[in-house]
């Protein structure tokens, strides 16, 4: 009886012990920090810088102002823009802590003015942009670049493609720059492709390291195919373009181009989507400092191309003859009223 209760009290006080000093307090910082140049169809391109900031504390009432945090943004010109967050959301106490969420977003789309809320070119600066987080009694300093990496075009029968159309009955040749390039994924990173989880296991069974895996950089390259509709679209076999693709596997050591598809691959009115991206997971921490205890920060930078491509028939010889019948009109019609 007596070793069962010395056994039960010195039990208890290592889980006194365990709970007092494993369990961090309340009261964190966590800053992720993403920046994305996004490349359409080599026509337009959207610059985003986008962060997320996620903050713990005992009670609730420790979040008082949080709703007017402002995030900074100075461009190597030394022109500052201010951004109030885009959404905000404080979740009362569980367990023993009370959560708080702000996002903010700066967005300069060439093609979409309404979703900008930057001065057009405003990101086209290759050089870092300083980011400055300030809250209540915190302040958060950091710096990010958008990667200029990749490149991307398509070509039919050696010419460049234009106007987002492809001509049917015609293959499709496709570059890119890097013409190498790996680790790359061909289907997104989830928790449900079991299999891809079971190879993760297995790797950290073996190395004893049980932290997930970060590859920096890292490639996404997919080909799609959808029917014109709006619908949604199919990958189109990853063995077409994935060096060493394995069946029910997302992931492939390396790849390289140019790739040829034949014009079978395609039928007239698929949309094909080819989507090329490279992400780079900076070092943990490496990138944001602030003043006092108990902050983190993740900082990822993307560079993206993504091609929509519509397949259509090439125009007659005489649909070219009526276009050009009707460039030599309207010429002639130009040519004599500025005679007159």
């Known amino acids: 009886m007596y070793r069962l209760v010395c056994g039960g009290l ?43 900031v996620s903050v713990s504390a005992p009670e609730v009432t420790d979040f008082g102002g949080i709703e007017e945090s402002v995030l900074t943004i100075t461009a ?4 500052t823009l201010n951004f109030s967050p885009t959404s905000f959301d404080i979740r009362p106490r569980v367990f023993k802590a009370a959560n708080a969420t702000l996002l903010f977003k700066a967005i300069d789309d060439s ?49 460049p493609v234009r106007n987002f159309c492809l001509a049917d009955e015609t293959g499709m040749d496709l570059y890119t720059t890097p013409a190498e390039f ?44 959808g029917d014109g509709a709006g619908g949604p679209t199919q990958l189109l076999d990853p063995a077409r373009y994935i060096d060493g693709y394995t069946s029910h596997l997302i992931r492939s050591e390396r790849t390289s181009t140019p790739l040829h598809f034949a014009a079978e691959d395609f ?17 943990p921490d ?4 602030g003043y006092g205890e108990g902050y983190s920060s993740e900082v990822v930078v993307k560079d993206r191309i993504v091609y929509a491509l519509k ?3 090439p125009p007659t010889a005489e649909e070219l003859g009526q276009v050009a019948s009707s460039a030599v009109l309207q010429e002639s019609s130009a040519a004599g009223d500025s005679g007159g």
């Open 76 to 79: 190597p010109s030394g022109a």
């Open 111 to 159: 093609a979409d003015a309404a979703v900008s809320n930057v001065p057009s070119g405003f990101f086209d600066a290759a050089e870092p942009y300083t980011l400055v987080l300030t809250m209540p009694g915190r302040r958060f300093e950091g710096a990010v670049s958008f990667s200029r990496y990749l490149a991307m075009h398509v070509e039919q029968q050696g010419q």
């Open 311 to 313: 397949v259509e028939e």
């Open 10 to 52: 010195i039990l208890w006080a290592l889980l006194g012990f365990c709970a007092a000093n494993a369990i961090p307090e309340a009261g964190h910082v966590r800053i992720q920090c993403a920046a994305l140049r996004l490349n359409v169809n080599n026509y337009s391109l959207r610059h985003q810088i986008k962060v997320v």
């Open 267 to 283: 039928n007239d009115g698929d949309v094909v989507v080819v989507d090329f991206e490279r992400q780079d997971t900076l070092e």
């Open 286 to 289: 490496s990138v944001f400092s």
């Open 182 to 225: 790996g680790p790359v994924y061909y289907k997104h990173q989830d928790i449900t492709n079991f299999v891809f989880q079971l190879a993760n296991m297995d790797a950290a069974i073996e190395s004893q390291d049980y932290h997930p895996p970060v590859e920096s950089p890292r490639y996404i390259f997919q080909v799609r195919i």
